[in-house]
């Protein structure tokens, strides 16, 4: 299995595209809107851990060709600090997978905004 470490200098278009699995260790801190466009084909396994804190403004999209996103992200916030974050994720093909969990976690006078959806395409028959 590959392992991959990204941050906010990492590039905001990421394509997974080589077969088999992949790791992705996701440790962006985006003081201002950031957002990263993810791409999974050729029936890649993609397993990708984030954490999210602080004063932070990051908009992350999965768009699932063929294969699997799996995604687990822990947002954090305490003290007075706002984190919005926008976790989306597309299915476009019969046969792919995305599982996504979010644990957010907010101490005193801390603010989430979240928001995350799914989107089946049309013409899909079937989904994992």
């Known amino acids: ?3 991959i470490l990204i941050d906010e200098k990492s590039p905001l278009e990421l394509h997974f595209d080589q077969g088999g699995e992949v790791a992705v260790f996701d440790q962006t801190q985006a003081a201002k ?3 990263r466009k993810v791409t999974i084909s050729n029936n890649t ?8 804190s602080g004063n932070s403004d990051y908009d992350l999209r999965f768009h699932t060709q063929s294969g699997e996103s799996i995604v687990r992200i822990l947002l954090l916030a305490t003290d007075n600090e706002q ?3 926008r976790v989306h994720s597309t299915l476009s093909d019969s046969h792919t997978v995305t599982n996504i ?3 957010s976690l907010v101490g005193e006078s801390g603010i989430i905004v979240l928001n995350g959806t ?3 395409d049309s013409d899909i028959q079937k989904v994992k």
Do not use: D, N, P, Y
């Open 118 to 120: 799914v989107q089946i």
């Open 1 to 3: 299995m590959e392992t």
């Open 33 to 35: 809107l950031l957002s």
């Open 101 to 103: 969990h979010i644990l």
């Open 83 to 85: 984190l919005k974050a």
């Open 45 to 52: 396994k993609l397993r990708w851990f984030g954490v999210i």
